[in-house]
């Protein structure tokens, strides 16, 4: 009797194979003459040569499937395993408004008329500058169209970095160690991963590479290729910082810088690199700048009635 193994750490066991491994137990009625064993990250199949080389090609796109759109249920496995159609098929035929299937399923979506301009520009460019204040989905969206590329393997990894620059509180004060005290600065790209991500996933990237998150100081030096690669709170970046990074772009990478230049934390003698750049690189045509307003704040309805009071303010 032959037996394959495939490995199962980076998917998400309750999501696969479904409450109660109501998936599971479909799989195993659909190949009958096959033993499958399934423990922990461990799943075996024992059975003929014949028989195994069948079930791994239905068994890697169930997987892909899974991988793609964030769940699976019992037509999606009929359907892949009877009539051989791949997730790939399925990519063609999704709505115009959906970036990327996060977590179980759910679509996310570009949710506003410049949001959807973030998505198409960054299909006809390798570098987008997006400017726009606090709640417009400028960093979520973002993030979206990198997971994007990344399981439709357009890049190999994505690269997520932001400026530690103290905004009122003291980063030398913050407990542990150098990574600790960043975390607190990075938890809203991490937040949108695990949107995005189930978390075997998330943590298999983390520790093979796929996925980094790391200050700004940390890119010096390096050369970004195959990479979807943010630049979150460029506003508070310097003049020589933003030179460094946007210098970074390597081959076949994607480049996306957010910030919202109401909210620069950097010293009074200091100017921002972000302001800086967009007016240095406006007429590049291979260079997108998208400017989201007020209209693409997607928070609480408060938020925007408290931008306005504070665009109020500075025009008087």
């Avoid at 799989?27 to 028989?51: E, H, N, Q, W, Y």
């Avoid at 899974?66 to 709505?95: A, C, W, Y």
């Avoid at 994607?254 to 690199?273: A, C, E, M, R």
């Amino acid at each position: 009797m032959n037996e394959r193994v495939f490995d199962l750490q980076l998917v998400d066991h309750v999501g696969f194979f479904g409450p109660e491994d109501a998936n599971l137990n479909i799989i195993r009625r659909l190949f009958p003459k096959l033993k499958i064993i399934a423990r922990g990250d461990m799943f075996k199949v024992m059975g003929s040569k014949a028989d195994i080389d069948m079930f791994a090609s239905r068994f890697e796109s169930l997987l892909q499937h899974f991988d793609v759109f964030g769940e699976i249920r019992e037509r999606d496995i009929m359907q892949i395993v009877n009539d051989e159609t791949l997730p790939s098929e399925k990519l063609s035929r999704m709505p115009a408004d959906v970036i990327v299937y996060g977590r179980s399923g759910q679509q996310i979506k570009a949710r506003t008329r410049n949001q959807q301009k973030m998505a198409d520009l960054i299909e006809k460019t390798d570098m987008m500058f997006c400017i726009g204040p606090a709640g417009t989905g400028k960093t979520y969206t973002a993030v979206a169209l990198a997971v994007k590329y990344l399981k439709e393997k357009k890049v190999r990894r994505i690269v997520l970095t932001r400026p530690a620059v103290e905004a009122g509180e003291n980063l030398g004060f913050l407990p542990g160690d150098l990574r600790d005290k960043l975390d607190p600065y990075l938890q809203p790209l991490y937040d949108a991963l695990r949107d995005m991500l189930p978390q075997q996933k998330l943590l298999g990237y983390f520790e093979d590479g796929t996925l980094e998150i790391a200050p700004l100081a940390f890119m010096r030096g390096r050369t970004l290729e195959n990479a979807f690669v943010i630049l979150d709170e460029a506003q508070n970046s310097t003049r020589m910082q933003m030179k460094m990074f946007l210098t970074r772009m390597g081959n076949s990478s994607k480049f996306i810088i957010t910030g919202d230049v109401t909210q620069i934390d950097l010293p009074k003698n200091q100017t921002s690199g972000l302001m800086n750049a967009v007016n240095l690189v406006r007429n590049i045509p291979e260079i997108g700048i998208v400017e989201l307003d007020k209209s693409d704040v997607i928070r609480h309805p408060i938020v925007s009635k408290v931008i306005n009071a504070y665009e109020n303010e500075e025009n008087k």
